[in-house]
């Protein structure tokens, strides 16, 4: 479990490694160096998904890591909830920036006219504060559309054990 502590409010995300064990590893390293404090959410697009976790509020890009392998023929499907990875034209581009969409897309989805677009988890708490991002007004900041005109911040990612485990 990952929660994105908000300046709307938590959002908890439960983390898919079974099924897509590199986008995980590289989610998960990415809160644990503490890359996503301080972080806006720089797309919103209501019905469709809300992105962050690359831009500052300055809306400069923070620098990241090397790009991943695209997991999207994991089987997973982009419905509302659920989490993926952002990427460029190129199929395996993704580095740090995610989505959690808003409705069932499935033309994100794996197929074979479309790559598509690495699902690696779901939000399980905090559905609510999703659906109020996806509210906020809008507009465009340099070469960006959709951007909130009040920022949304990512205050702290940090992981949290599932229910029933035990930490000392």
Do not use: C
């Not at 409705?103 to 598509?116: E, I, P, Q, R």
Request: proline share 5%.
């Amino acid at each position: 479990m990952v929660v994105l502590s908000t300046s709307r409010g938590e959002i908890e995300i439960e983390l898919y490694a079974d099924q897509a064990p590199v986008t995980v590893e590289n989610f998960v390293r990415y809160v644990e160096d503490g890359f996503y404090d301080g972080t806006i959410f720089h797309r919103v697009m209501p019905g469709f998904m809300i992105q962050g976790g690359g831009f500052v509020p300055e809306m400069s890009e923070k620098p990241t890591r090397d790009p991943i392998q695209n997991e999207a023929k994991n089987g997973l499907k982009n419905l509302r909830g659920t989490v993926s990875m952002a990427r460029t034209d190129e199929v395996h581009s993704a580095t740090a920036q995610f989505f959690i969409n808003l409705d069932d897309n499935a033309f994100l989805d794996h197929s074979a006219k479309n790559f598509g677009y690495a699902v690696f988890g779901k939000v399980t708490r905090g559905l609510d504060v999703v659906d109020g991002i996806a509210g906020v007004a809008t507009g465009r900041v340099g070469m960006h559309d959709d951007v909130p005109t009040e920022v949304v911040l990512i205050n702290r990612a940090f992981r949290r054990p599932p229910p029933g485990i035990w930490r000392d």
